[in-house]
C-alpha cells in the first residue's frame, strides 16, 4: 500500500517559492523555475524520513527548527557535491608549475615560509587534501615552511565525510600511487579496500563550517582561492559580490581557480586574466 507521505507529497508553487526562498537567504543557492522538478525529488527523502503528509508540514517544520539543523538537511539534499582527488588536473598542474616555483622562490628571499589557501566549498574533502599534497610536495626539501589550507563547506554532511578522511580505493585511484603510500594509510589494517588521510596531510587542512553569504573569519592574505563549481549555484549579484570578497582577500599575485563551467564574463572583477578559468590579483 503506498505510504501517505508518497501520495500527498505534492510540491505546490508556494511551498516551492518559500523553500527557494529560504534556500537562497540562507546559502545564496538560486533556485530558478525550472528546479521545482529537482526540489521536489530531492526533498521527497527528507518528508519520509520525518513523517511529513506534505511540502507545507515540512516547510513549516524547517521554519520553526531553531536549531537550524533541518534547513541544513534541507540544503545538503538541494547540492550536488560531485568531487573527486586532483579534479581539473590543469588547475594542479598550474599550481606546480607556474604559481608555487616564484611564489616559494620569493617567500625564501623574504624569510617567509608560510603559504595560506582556500578551499572554499570543499565537499568530502578529495580537494583541500589534493591540495595538500600539492603543496607539501613543491616545499620537500626547501626547510620547514607553516603550510594551511583552510576547508569550508556549508554541508555539514559533508565536513563531516572530510573529517573523517576514509574513501574507497576508486575515490583515491587518481591519487599517484607514490602519494597514495606516502599520504595515506590502509583503514581497517592490511587487506581493507580503503585509505584514510595521513596526519602529515590533516596537519595542513583546517575543516570549518562556513556559509560563503557570511562573515568570513580569514584576516590573512590568502595565496591562492580554489572555488570551483560553487558559483554556478548562484545568481549574477550573488556572484559579484563573491568575486570582489575573493579578489579583496587575496594577496598581490594571488590566484582564483573557478570551476571548468563558471566564467567571469559579464561580472565586474579586477582580476587578471591568466588562462580559462585562473584569475589572478595584480
Not at 65 to 89: A, C, H, M, P, Q
Not at 158 to 167: H, I, K, W
Request: net charge positive; proline share 4%; with cysteine.
Amino acid at each position: 500500500m503506498t505510504s501517505p507521505v508518497l501520495r500527498e507529497a505534492v510540491l505546490g508553487d508556494r511551498e516551492f517559492g518559500l523553500i527557494s526562498e529560504l534556500v537562497y537567504e540562507h546559502c545564496g543557492i538560486n533556485l530558478r523555475d525550472g528546479k521545482k522538478e529537482l526540489v521536489r525529488a530531492r526533498l521527497a527523502k527528507r518528508l519520509r524520513a520525518g513523517r511529513y503528509p506534505t511540502f507545507g508540514d515540512y516547510v513549516q517544520h524547517v521554519l520553526e527548527d531553531t536549531t537550524g539543523r533541518e534547513l541544513s538537511l534541507l540544503v545538503d539534499s538541494l547540492s550536488t557535491n560531485l568531487t573527486k582527488f586532483f579534479r581539473e588536473g590543469q588547475h594542479f598542474a598550474f599550481l606546480r608549475s607556474c604559481l608555487l616555483p616564484g611564489l616559494l622562490e620569493t617567500r625564501q628571499r623574504r624569510g617567509d615560509l608560510r603559504i595560506r589557501a582556500w578551499s572554499a566549498g570543499c565537499s568530502s574533502g578529495e580537494e583541500p587534501y589534493s591540495i595538500a599534497i600539492t603543496l607539501l610536495e613543491a616545499v620537500q626539501g626547501k626547510g620547514c615552511w607553516d603550510i594551511k589550507v583552510l576547508a569550508t563547506d556549508v554541508s555539514l554532511s559533508m565536513l563531516e565525510r572530510a573529517r573523517r578522511g576514509v574513501y574507497d580505493m576508486g575515490r583515491v585511484e587518481p591519487i599517484p600511487l607514490a602519494f597514495r603510500h606516502k599520504y595515506l594509510v590502509r583503514a581497517g589494517g592490511d587487506g581493507a579496500d580503503a585509505y584514510q588521510v595521513g596526519d602529515s596531510l590533516r596537519r595542513v587542512v583546517i575543516l570549518q563550517y562556513l556559509n560563503l553569504m557570511k562573515t568570513w573569519p580569514i584576516k590573512t592574505p590568502l595565496d591562492f582561492i580554489f572555488c570551483r563549481n560553487v558559483m554556478i549555484y548562484f545568481d549574477k549579484p550573488t556572484q559579484t559580490r563573491l568575486i570582489q570578497r575573493f579578489h579583496d582577500l587575496l594577496a598581490p599575485g594571488g590566484v582564483l581557480f573557478t570551476g571548468h563551467s563558471e566564467s567571469l564574463t559579464g561580472i565586474p572583477h579586477r582580476f587578471r586574466y591568466v588562462q580559462p578559468t585562473i584569475h589572478a590579483r595584480s
